[in-house]
């Protein structure tokens, strides 16, 4: 990748790789990340050119963390791209590529904790009880570091949509304005513009039409939740949650660990979601994404879920 326009790509590097299926045990249902165990050395316009190239919603790069990192407690530093860009944040890359990490053989510096340095600074990450696996997948104990979850980054933004996203967003997604029972923009890193809707069923229905949104709010990138009743969800889930990453060139996103945090953020502390539950997002896709939220005794909330390698070997950047 280094040799350009037909030079002999005698440069290349095999540098080893896995693409992780995440918020699932299950291989294909959850959001796939691809990840470059070692970056080092790869430019910024590299790096990007592979990320547009796997299309995928996130690919990373680990790289040593930098001085600054290491003398936080740092056990790597995390790059994220989409096809459309670098993000300072992401949940479901932040997960993967840590399983990837400590199945690869990465000892973290501090007991079980893992701490990521990424573009908002460091990420603490702990390992939990391995999630349930899904009734008709293989019984057997799986292999892998279990269960992993994040420490939501502190919110950037936190406040309602403003009157003309909103009204685009409405009308996009094709829904009456009393549909709408609340609204947050909330930065994790990544911006979104957050709409609760009356219900999952709503959620879980929409087929939005994001054409004049794109011309008209090409920066936008929309979250859309609904809870469910008591125990009606799939799997015992709380909320249906769907997220439109238009901003990062992203439709949809079968499964988003950013989004979750800051519905996790929102809804714990207003009193809509308990402590604890499960989300779950995907099946418009044809996923089964269930992400785990937690807010502990200190506020701090924890977005968790399993996560599977499906592919294991190297790759020649």
């Known amino acids: 990748m280094n040799a350009r326009h037909g030079d002999i790509a005698d440069s290349t590097a095999s540098r080893p790789f ?3 299926d995440v918020f699932t045990e299950v291989p294909t249902l959850g959001n796939p990340v691809a990840v470059v165990l070692d970056g080092d050395g790869l430019t910024d316009e590299e ?8 299309n995928l919603s996130e690919t990373t790069f680990l790289l040593p963390p930098t001085a600054e990192g290491a003398a ?3 056990d790597y530093r995390l ?3 989409t096809p459309g860009g670098e993000l300072p944040f992401a949940g479901h890359p932040t997960l993967g590529s840590c399983h990837a990490w400590l199945e690869a053989g990465g000892a973290p510096r501090a007991g079980d904790a893992v701490v990521q340095e990424c573009g908002v600074g460091l990420v603490t990450i702990r390992r939990e009880a391995r999630a349930a696996v899904a009734p008709d997948a293989p019984q057997e104990e799986p292999a892998g570091p279990g269960r992993l979850a994040f420490a939501a980054p502190d919110l950037l933004a936190d406040e309602p949509v403003p009157a003309d996203d909103l009204a685009a967003i409405v009308a996009a997604l094709g829904v009456p304005d009393d549909a709408v029972l609340d609204h947050r923009v909330l930065d994790n890193g990544p911006g979104w513009r957050v ?3 009356d219900s999952a069923d709503r959620v879980a ?3 939005p039409d994001w054409s004049r949104l794109r011309v008209e709010h090409p920066d936008l990138s929309v979250g859309v939740a609904g809870l469910y009743g008591d125990d009606d969800g799939p799997d015992g889930a709380a909320v249906e949650v769907r997220g439109f990453a238009l901003a990062m060139g992203i439709p949809e996103d079968p499964v988003t660990g950013s989004l979750n945090a800051v519905v996790g953020q929102w809804l714990v502390r207003d009193g809509r979601l308990p402590d604890r539950y499960v989300a779950a997002q995907g099946a418009a896709l044809g996923r089964a994404g269930r992400v785990h939220v ?3 005794g200190s506020g701090t909330v924890w977005v968790g ?5 499906c592919v294991a070997g190297t790759v020649r950047l």
């Open 79 to 81: 790059r994220i791209f």
């Open 18 to 20: 896995a693409q992780v």
């Open 305 to 309: 879920g399993a996560s599977v390698t």
């Open 294 to 296: 937690e807010r502990d």
């Open 72 to 74: 936080g407690g740092a």
């Open 47 to 54: 790096m990007a050119a592979f990320a547009r190239w796997t």
């Open 195 to 197: 709409v609760l809707l």
């Open 205 to 207: 229905g929409l087929a």
